[in-house]
């Protein structure tokens, strides 16, 4: 389902009615967020794969586009030695629009870097912006091991459209290194970014920043 098709959706359920009643500006919300889930079901991938071993520093695309005005999520930096967890955090950027909902793919190397066990990611939703309805996913669907290659992350609610606010930490996500991954530094890639304002609008251009795992020395 595309977002064309959400739209036509939203308009068959207005067609003729008049202005439709304070209740009801949780629909559109439900239908965007719907398609997102409708792709975490599906087993849709991200359009990308990952490079395994050492890669450069992240890129800035994403920061670059919420500096001159579109929302974007942000995934941090974080450090440490071969056989630790370290904690990555992503960050929503709002650069002054009203973001209710987000999704995501977070992609890593699975030789030297792995989210879950038993097919759950080790990632968890911040309790304090109230989005109760979120959930995580490791990709591809059915994938074990070092065939897991990605999370995708869905962060919303089914009762509350509230905007997200600026610089609120969306989720948390645990990252294990490897006891054999060489020292250097590793890209955590953000892609498959849609964020959806309180009334189900899909934001243009939503971007993200990709994060970045150093491992040191043991």
Known sequence: MNWDQIQGKWRGLEGGRGPRPARTFIMPLLLLLT?????????????HRPTQGQVQPPSTTGATSAAGGHASISLGAVT????????????????GAHVAGTQNDLTFDPVNVSMGASGKPSCRVNSAIGKGASAFSLRPVGCQGNGCTSVRALVFSMDNTDPIPDGAVLYTCTLHISPSAPPGQ???KASGVTL???AGQKLPNASASDGVLTVTKH
């Open 80 to 95: 440490g030695a071969p056989g630790q967890d370290v904690n990555l955090v992503a960050t929503l950027r709002a650069a």
């Open 196 to 198: 959806s304002t309180p």
């Open 35 to 47: 398609a997102m889930g409708c792709s975490m079901l599906q087993g849709e991938e991200p359009h």
């Open 186 to 188: 590793y890209q955590l």
